[in-house]
């Protein structure tokens, strides 16, 4: 007799490929690059560089855990399995964090896009109207199917690649640097290596999404093969994206000092080597990938609170309850919303150095996860299975810590309040460690 509760394996390692950069969002290297160009003093090329090598580590160890555990695909499952169920929780407060302000970013950089190409309406507009819509789609169920995400990655890499062709032959005209091939946007010899680390600590941000593949473990055929590979590919291609468009970017416009506004630098950029017709067509594409991943990350936050309240583990009253209609958590989706109406007032860098305070916590302990399954499970200790088990994810693990501390001094602040408040309330919740933690039940891929 067919098994009901399982899902069919249907997903080939490109299907895989394709929803990690819907996810990922590719053209999220326009929406940072110029708070990065002023943070990197113009080696934005070069933080990137680094950014992808700190992801591939992480990448690698999250497809080790998701061979181990080819069912629940997430750093706050992986923590709670390999290390134990309260690391596991601080872990995946953590990743809250991320949960939350996504949606934020979304309606932000809306928000900063739109403003500056209609500049008569305020920014605060576009982003009530795009928040006001994302709540109602979510309040009412709609869900994004495959075939969306296949449209934004189409629309995303015709643009970008649209981009690059026309920024070559705006420098080939002697715009910008006038010239292709030049190292300034990896390394300035004249400017200090930390400024590189400081620009990957926060372009790490444009990574987030990577590790979504592991969602569709149930769903994807030979997930101990082609996840672990699909977690590398999308980093890869990802990252050779972004290096290429902000290698182009700096380019075609090298004064990053001279941006009207950095947060829409790239705006300025596209409209320099395409005119105001691809200017235009940027707007529809920011418009049509920031709703589609608003909509994703706010569903996504709603359904991890909605599982936490259920379990016990927030006010299930309160967390855990669904719409009687629609059967959505309403008011998780609520929630979150007003929590994103501080994008009112807060700027894109602050908001997204937050979110890799978080991220960049989580992407430790997964590290941490595969060498501490190594020690507990493994019987390999040969020098290859020192090196794949333990020199590796340790390496990874080191790397996430050196961009964690390299973050500004706010975010720093703001994450550990948040890590503190997290503490505070897992000892509250399991009266100072005497009781047992509630474990979520919450399955990713459905």
Known sequence: MKDNTKLARSLSLPSVVVFGLAFMAITTVFSTYGIASQLSHGMVAGSYILALIVMLFTAYSYGQMAKEYPVAGSAYSYAQKAINPFVGFLVGWSILMDYLFIPMVNYLLFGIFFSAAIPEVPSQVWIIGLLILVTFVNIKGVKLAARANIIVIAISVLFILIFCILSIKSILEGTGTGIIFNIEPFFNSDESFSLIVAGAALLCFSFLGFDSVTAFSEETINPKKNIPRGLILVTLIGGFIFVVVSYLSHNVWPDYLSFSNPDSAAYEIIGLVGGNVLSTTFLVVTAFVAFGSATASLASASRVLFAMGRDGQLPEKFFGKLHTKYKTPVNNIILISCLSLSALFLSLTL??????F??????????????????????????????????????????????????????LMLGIIWFVLGFGYLLFLTKGFRNKLPVIQYEESG
């Not at 908001?351 to 890799?356: E, G, H, L």
Request: charged fraction near 15%.
């Open 351 to 356: 908001v997204a150095s937050f979110i890799n």
């Open 358 to 411: 978080g991220a960049f916590f989580a992407f430790t302990f997964v590290n941490i996860s595969v060498i501490v399954l190594f020690f507990r499970n493994k019987t390999d200790r040969s020098l290859k299975g020192i090196s794949l088990y333990v020199v590796i994810p340790l390496i990874g693990a080191l790397l996430d810590l050196w961009l964690l501390v390299n973050l500004d001094r706010y975010s």
